[in-house]
């Protein structure tokens, strides 16, 4: 009875800590989905002169989300649904491999994060420029960026609930322009034009960057899952909404773009739907189309931020990081976590949008073959592993949907320059060395570490199923770093 009594008193507190805090419904996290992977259409114009005219680039965003974007959708929708904490794909890898690995993903998946949202308040300007050139100037560029920085990040703050409704106007006003501007361009669209291609100009390494930049990330989502109300369900219904969300968000822009206008596929630059929209509806609709654009990337910022933030709550939970990062503010949100994000992404924002792009990809490639192979490895380890949502295929068909997306991020690896290779490697480096140091730091009590073992998704109104969740995390044998000094005591 003492047991029973244990357990449901962790229940009730866990459910009174849960309940005090705004939850993530299915409408606010596909904005939040959607602002991690895409954000609207701003940034594919290099995908068509990369791609030595528009034929590459729409066959690519009709065939990728098939073989990258819809396998990485499912794989998150079956492991984040059967581990519904923040932390994400740290608990999976950890789950399958250990903490070591479970340290590495964290910290490559955090780094290239913070270094993908150091292109956002660069984006932001770089719109508005275009209509205020006092923005070309450093002595106005530097105070805007900071500026930026800071108040979204305040936002964040905030509380995560705030972002999510903030996302789904955002996403509203971003996109309700390419609506417009696909209706005017109907009358002029001559579909011959989507055919043009140059092989000869293709540019390989440009156009498979621009194809996996636009489509990654899917699994981002999965550091709020201890956020998200009723994830079994709202997590499938979420990315399922994303997918055909991202993906419209592409190609109507795109059809209208290239197949009613004759201007040469070369120009096709980032920026260029702004001059799309003024040669087919004027200069209102271009105007509107900047102001999307400048709005689309806060909430960029916005999602990217609260994901990279809440993984590192999610860690410090688990006992892989100083507790000091699960610290929350009375809006619910982890105040430090914020803070070393945002002061991340202020040192990072010097460097050009190419080089953050290539480096971001690679680190970000290594992270997802490893999570790939915890989907796989999980699926033969622990099949009695309580999986709300499963993907409907056996061990040889998760193989199977695992690997052309595999072969894709070896592709993207090779492709990247030398440069890209060592720092890289530095990071990676960095992170092999940070893990013990962290361990060391931990025995020898110099910062405070605690621990809550990550659970497998159960029904959360039973103490018998409160029960069956132990000892789920038991057989999974996911050792984390406050278990570790307790075995080396004992």
């Given at each position: 009875m003492g047991e029973e009594e244990a357990i449901s008193s962790d229940v009730e507190s866990e459910t009174s800590t849960?309940?005090?805090?705004?939850?993530?419904?299915?409408?606010?996290?596909?904005?939040?989905?959607?602002?991690?992977?895409?954000?609207?259409?701003?940034?594919?114009?290099?995908?068509?002169?990369?791609?030595?005219?528009?034929?590459?680039?729409?066959?690519?965003?009709?065939?990728?989300?098939?073989?990258?974007?819809?396998?990485?959708?499912l794989i998150t929708a079956e492991l984040a649904t059967s581990f519904p904490e923040n932390g994400g794909y740290v608990i999976w890898i950890a789950s399958a491999f250990g903490p070591f690995w479970g340290f590495q993903e964290g910290f490559w998946k955090w780094f290239s994060g913070v270094m993908d949202n150091a292109l956002y308040p660069v984006l932001f300007l770089d719109y508005l420029k275009h209509s205020f050139p006092i923005f070309n100037h450093l002595a106005a560029r530097i105070p805007a960026l900071l500026g930026i920085t800071g108040s979204l990040t305040y936002l964040n703050y905030r509380g995560l609930h705030i972002v999510g409704f903030s996302a789904v106007s955002l996403a509203a006003f971003s996109l309700f322009p390419f609506v417009v501007m696909g209706i005017?361009?109907?009358?002029?669209?001559?579909?011959?034009?989507?055919?043009?291609?140059?092989?000869?100009?293709?540019?390989?390494?440009?156009?498979?960057?621009?194809?996996?930049?636009?489509?990654?990330?899917?699994?981002?989502?999965?550091?709020?899952?201890?956020?998200?109300?009723?994830?079994?369900?709202?997590?499938?219904?979420a990315l399922f909404g994303a997918v055909v969300l991202v993906m419209c968000s592409y190609l109507i822009p795109l059809l209208a773009g290239t197949g009613a206008l004759t201007t040469p596929?070369?120009?096709?630059?980032?920026?260029?739907?702004?001059?799309?929209?003024?040669?087919?509806?004027?200069?209102?609709?271009?105007?509107?189309?900047q102001a999307a654009a400048a709005m689309s990337n806060m909430g960029l910022f916005e999602a990217e931020m609260s994901a990279d933030a809440f993984q590192l709550l999610g860690m410090s939970e688990i006992g892989m990081l100083p507790s000091v990062f699960s610290s929350r503010s009375k809006h619910g949100t982890p105040t430090i976590s914020i803070l070393l994000s945002a002061t991340g992404v202020i040192f990072l924002s010097w460097m050009s949008f190419q080089e953050i792009l290539?480096?971001?990809?690679?680190?970000?490639?290594?992270?997802?073959?490893?999570?790939?192979?915890?989907?796989?490895?999980?699926?033969?380890?622990?099949?009695?592993?309580?999986?709300p949502y499963r993907v409907p295929l056996g061990t040889f068909g998760a193989i199977m949907l695992c690997l052309p997306p595999a072969v894709l991020l070896v592709l993207v690896m090779c492709l990247a320059t030398l440069r890209t290779f060592l720092i890289s490697g530095a990071v990676i480096a960095v992170g092999f060395i940070l893990y013990p140091t962290l361990l060391h730091a931990k025995n020898r009590k110099w910062v405070e570490f605690h621990a809550q073992e990550p659970a497998a998704a159960v029904a959360p109104d039973a103490v018998a199923e409160q029960q069956q969740r132990r000892e789920i995390v038991e057989e999974a044998a996911v050792g984390l770093l406050a278990d570790l000094s307790c075995v080396k005591t004992d």
């Open positions: 849960n309940s005090s805090r705004p939850k993530l419904t299915v409408l606010p996290l596909i904005a939040l989905i959607f602002y991690e992977v895409s954000g609207g259409p701003f940034g594919v114009e290099d995908s068509v002169k990369a791609g030595g005219g528009p034929l590459l680039s729409l066959l690519g965003f009709l065939i990728f989300p098939l073989i990258w974007s819809v396998p990485e959708a005017l361009s109907i009358p002029r669209i001559q579909p011959k034009q989507w055919l043009v291609v140059d092989f000869g100009k293709v540019d390989w390494r440009g156009y498979f960057n621009s194809m996996f930049w636009n489509l990654n990330y899917w699994d981002k989502a999965s550091t709020l899952a201890g956020e998200v109300e009723n994830p079994s369900k709202t997590f499938p219904k596929w070369s120009q096709w630059s980032d920026g260029y739907f702004a001059e799309v929209g003024f040669l087919i509806g004027g200069a209102w609709l271009r105007w509107w189309i290539e480096f971001l990809n690679f680190l970000y490639a290594v992270g997802m073959l490893l999570e790939f192979a915890a989907f796989i490895n999980l699926r033969i380890k622990k099949p009695d592993l309580h999986r």
